[in-house]
C-alpha cells in the first residue's frame, strides 16, 4: 500500500499554528485508524490524535483538546493536523501512523505503519 510521508513540521513560536500533513496513499481509506504521535526526549512517543477511517470519529489526548484538530481528505489520500494555540511542550518529532486491524490509534502499540516523522520546535 506504500509508505506514510509527513510534511509540515516548522519552528514557530508560543501560539503560533502548523498544520502537518501525512500522505498516507490507500492507507486512509484502508487503515482502522490513523494517528499522530508525538516523540520528545523527556516524554518519548506519545499518541496526539486519532481518526477511525469507517465513521470518522476523532479522540484527542487531554493535552490536545481545544487545539489541535484530525482530519483527513480521502481524494487526496493525505491526512492533517492542525495545529494552533503552540507551546513549548508540543515540541517534538510527530509521526504519521496507520493501525490496519484494530486498537486505539492514540497508543503505540496499535499502528502497525509508521512514518519517518516531521519536526516541531515551538519557542518561548
Known amino acids: 500500500q506504500g509508505q506514510l510521508l509527513e510534511s509540515g513540521g516548522d519552528s514557530v513560536q508560543t501560539g503560533g499554528s502548523l498544520r502537518l500533513s501525512c500522505s498516507a496513499s490507500?492507507?486512509?481509506?484502508?487503515?482502522?485508524?490513523m494517528g499522530w504521535f508525538r516523540q520528545s526526549p523527556d516524554m518519548g512517543r506519545a499518541g496526539v490524535a486519532a481518526l477511525y477511517t469507517d465513521d470518522g470519529n476523532t479522540e484527542y489526548a487531554d493535552s490536545a483538546k481545544g487545539r489541535f484538530t484530525i482530519s483527513v481528505d480521502n481524494a487526496k489520500g493525505t491526512l492533517y493536523l492542525q495545529m494552533n494555540n503552540l507551546k513549548p511542550e508540543d515540541s517534538g518529532m510527530y509521526y504519521c501512523?496507520?493501525?490496519?486491524?484494530?486498537?486505539?490509534?492514540?497508543?503505540?502499540?496499535?499502528?502497525?505503519?509508521w512514518g519517518q516523522g516531521t519536526q516541531v520546535t515551538v519557542s518561548s
Open positions: 490507500t492507507y486512509s481509506r484502508t487503515s482502522y485508524c
Open positions: 501512523a496507520a493501525a490496519l486491524y484494530g486498537g486505539s490509534c492514540l497508543f503505540q502499540s496499535a499502528p502497525n505503519v
